[in-house]
């Protein structure tokens, strides 16, 4: 069966191998669409070509770029024309104009539809994106939901046909995987740090990857490493609008000599950067219009035997399941008592660590991911155009095996 999967987010290398697990299937002939680069508040991201056996990548040109309901692909039609899929699998929301017309699109040729969502908030949308996303519901043949509240929402929305609960992307646990603590000692280091400073190795390094902007809670993370008792450092790697502010705060609290902001790096140097680290947290707090839809960082450090922390908030704790620590959202003291734990209990540490790899090797691997995605492609094409899927729905994270 021919597939054409569209996706932005695969402009990420390391999103790539992903790919490369699908088109190991003998019977999938895969053709993936990415832009050349996608814009958001950190500014280009360009395509990354990393992982690339086994299928093609077509590289389209994107109008409004940076336009999350509004940007498109122009050419898609006449790829889709040319290419005849069996399949279409879209990873954008059903409320997008890029989803809207993939999925007109898709019916003039006669294929089957897969559309994936993030959204875990029951949000309404004014005209036109009310209307694209009742069309896209309408015609969708399988919808694909990162996280379990996605379920909930789409059913309240009135979808009627089967949902299963997938997340986008896993990791490979040969690329994640424990690396031994790189040498802080001779020529300064390639992931650009803006301090020389290094490390004692009694030091626990913690550690944040991701946007910095206020619902990723990074004043949180600084708030609770402040007051911190023992030996800690904190590395923080990521561009955006609340940079300047969370520069400032760490001086204002009078931790700037232990806390580095790092530039970000290729996706495909981030194993090494979490080498770096002991813990990583991901302080998220819910927004009216935004909550964590499931946090791709905690399953990379997890692979990484990097231990996590996590807000309780959105998708966070199902992924964290019992391998890491949780605190309430938006409170720096319980996350400075959760951090202070693992400071004070190298032996939490350690069990943490084991138990966080050991949770993605069951759950969160791109092979499984893959199979998962491809068994959906086999049930699709076992049907009859305009029939319908009546396989019973999937059970939240914590309740797969």
């Avoid at 004014?126 to 990162?146: A, C, I, K, Q, S």
Wanted: net charge neutral; glycine share 8%.
């Amino acid at each position: 069966m021919k597939v054409l999967l569209i996706s932005k987010a695969c402009v990420v290398g390391a999103y790539q191998k992903k790919l490369e697990e699908i088109a190991r299937h003998a019977d999938v002939e895969l053709i993936a669409v990415v832009p050349p680069e996608w814009r958001d508040e950190r500014g280009a991201l360009r395509l990354e070509r990393a992982y690339l056996d086994g299928y093609e990548l077509r590289v389209e040109p994107i109008v409004l770029n940076g336009h999350f309901h509004l940007h498109y692909y122009p050419g898609l039609g006449r790829l889709m024309r040319a290419v005849q899929p069996d399949v279409v699998h879209v990873e954008e929301e059903p409320y997008n104009l890029a989803t809207f017309l993939a999925v007109h699109q898709a019916r003039q040729i006669g294929a089957r539809i897969v559309v994936f969502s993030w959204q875990n908030l029951n949000r309404r949308y004014p005209p036109p994106f009310n209307w694209m996303e009742w069309y896209v519901l309408r015609h969708t043949d399988m919808l694909l939901v990162g996280n379990s509240e996605g379920l909930s929402v789409w059913r309240a929305k009135g979808y009627q046909g089967t949902i299963e609960v997938i997340p986008q992307f896993g990791v490979d646990p040969e690329i994640f995987t424990p690396l031994s603590r790189p040498v802080r000692q001779g020529k300064p280091s390639v992931l650009l740090r803006r301090s020389a400073r290094r490390p004692s190795r009694s030091e626990v390094v913690i550690g944040y990857i991701g946007r910095l902007v206020p619902e990723k809670g990074v004043d949180v993370l600084l708030e609770a490493v402040y007051q911190l008792r023992g030996p800690w450092e904190l590395r923080i790697l990521g561009s955006g609008p609340d940079e300047e502010r969370l520069v400032k705060m760490a001086q204002w609290l009078g931790i700037a000599p232990r806390v580095t902001f790092d530039r970000p790096i290729p996706s495909t140097q981030l194993p090494y950067y979490y080498s770096g680290l002991d813990v990583l947290v991901l302080p998220s707090r819910t927004q009216p219009n935004w909550k964590e839809q499931f946090g791709r960082v905690l399953i990379e450090a997890m692979a990484c035997q990097v231990v996590v922390v996590g807000a309780r908030s959105g998708a966070i704790p199902e992924v964290i399941g019992d391998a890491g620590l949780t605190f309430k959202e938006g409170d720096p003291f319980d996350l400075r008592a959760q951090l202070q734990k693992l400071l004070d209990n190298e032996e939490l540490r350690e069990d943490l660590a084991l138990r966080g790899r050991q949770r993605v090797l069951e759950h969160f691997t791109q092979t499984s991911i893959a199979e998962r995605t491809v068994a959906i492609y086999r049930r699709l094409m076992s049907l009859k155009l305009g029939g319908a899927l009546h396989a019973p729905e999937l059970q939240p994270l914590e309740n797969q095996a």
